[in-house]
RNA sequence: GCUCCGAUGGUGUAGUCCGGCCAAGCAUUUCGGCCUUUCGAGCCGACGACCCGGGUUCAAAUCCCGGUCGGAGCACCA
């Protein structure tokens, strides 16, 4: 028996068995190494601008464990750098993580945690694990690069602890200071040698001002967060391999339990800006219209442009947990949101760079196009003709006809070309293997696509379209977001 | 340079821990064909990969050694 037939057979027995979710055989991500019942994991993104798909990914996959196996999501806003804080990121990032169907479920943010940091550097100097140093950044970096010990490794505990509270107390002594952990001078790695965890910052902060100036370092907050917030497991890129190392010696100075830690490998995103810095800068100077411009990588542009939720969903999950590094393909993203949209989609015909055609129709024709071809039951578009008829014709089907000797209009009739003018044709079917193009009807009104790159299409849309709110699918154009009563429309992907 | 990761078709992945069922699966792209009044969807088919060299073994994508290539880190950023 063939294949075949052997599919046939199947068939009859239960017409179910084949009717299916085409590939998407659920991939799946590996399961974790559950250490206790629940677990607890967090998404740590610093408040320098809105989320972009980057970020999408580390949300998603914490996200996909935590309901996987029940537990808690906890958002944790990383501002302990004063300078690189968007106050925007303060409510958007939860927004953006909504959007995306994440569920977090308790925010914290480091700015209200300081004493917490000051408590437990407090006690690390105590235990001898740390020190106040006052080198120079420049002095301190060439001290460990050498591996020796700087000249305030060895102050004793008590003038650590008194130099501490003065630099809580006062702004100018503690201008210099720095808070040191004790690691091993002699690691391999010069960046986990003496590491510093508090350095002073004259910068106000957007939500607590000029009350702090000596703030934590991200290992050190991360260090002691992820413990006192009970994290099971740590999910996040090999760039913080290093910094994983780092903390763990925060674990060990106070016989704390490890969580689990997962590095995934780093995913290049092409032709996308992604840069807070680069980002925000565009839109102070105009280049950019905000944080949801569709030239942007930002999840409010890419929610703009039409793009789902469950299509990052699924392209991160199917990227799974791997350590080697990975193009992003925008290639396989597309196609799965494309997957996704296209049922509601309703079609609508798009000329770009309109020339416009007249030619005589000699009979009333009512031409009939559905919204969507598989879902019959949302109508037609119909546009009626008789007589003299104006119609207009992307410039480049009109360009492509002059070779032939007659096209299609989709949906309306056949046009044969005589010398400079077209003539209907009397028969109104179809032929095999005729070219079909598309058109817009006379008082089709003018629309713009703005695409990703920054280009802008111009053409005219048919006068159906008007007041459509969603994507839609511009008939051999590609998949356009339209909002209701605007001009202007952004490309989603072919 | 030092430290740490990694390496499966154009792209993204499965398989690697516990060697044989892998002459390597899936998706996407590309190219054919069918269907269709879209260059969309659907269906059928084709092209296309285990980084290199040794070793262990009856047997290696899978284990070991060496090399090559790629990435990250080496900040008082996160």
Redesign the pocket.
Known sequence: MSESEIRLRLLQLDPDSFTKE??H?K?EL?DLEVLSEKVVMRL???PSGPLHIGHSRMAILNDEYVKRYGGELILRI?D??PR?IDPIAYSQIPEDLRWLNVNVTSIIIQSDRMDIYYREAEKLLSNGHAYICS???EL??KLKLSSQACPHRDTSVDRNLESFENILKDRNFAR?K?LVIKTDLKH????VRDW?AF???DYPHPRTGSRYWF?P???FSVAIDDHLLGLTHVMRG??????TEKQRYIYRYNKWKEPKYYHF???SIPDTILHASEMRDGIRSGRFSGWDDVRLGTLMAMKKRGYLPETFRRYWV???L????????W??FD?IN??LI?RSAL?FSFVKDPLPITFNVPYNVESESPYH??VPSLGFRRYSFYGRTKIYLSKE?FLDISLRESV?L???CNLRIEGHSFIMEKE???RKGIK??NWVPENARDYEVQFPDGNIVKGKIEPLAEGYDGVS?F??FGYVRMYKNASVGYFLH?
């Open positions: 085409k590939a055989q991939r590996p740590a993104p610093s990383e302990t750098n690189n080198c120079s950044p301190f970096r210099d720095t391999p790695n010069p960046s510093i350095r002073f910052v703030y370092t991200m290992n090999k760039d913080h391999l290093n910094n490998g780093l995913v199917e990227s799974g791997r350590e080697s590094d990975a193009e992003f393909s290639e396989i196609s494309r997957e296209d079609r071809p598989e089907d299609r989709k949906d309306f109104n079917k179809p079909i193009i699918q008939e051999r072919k």
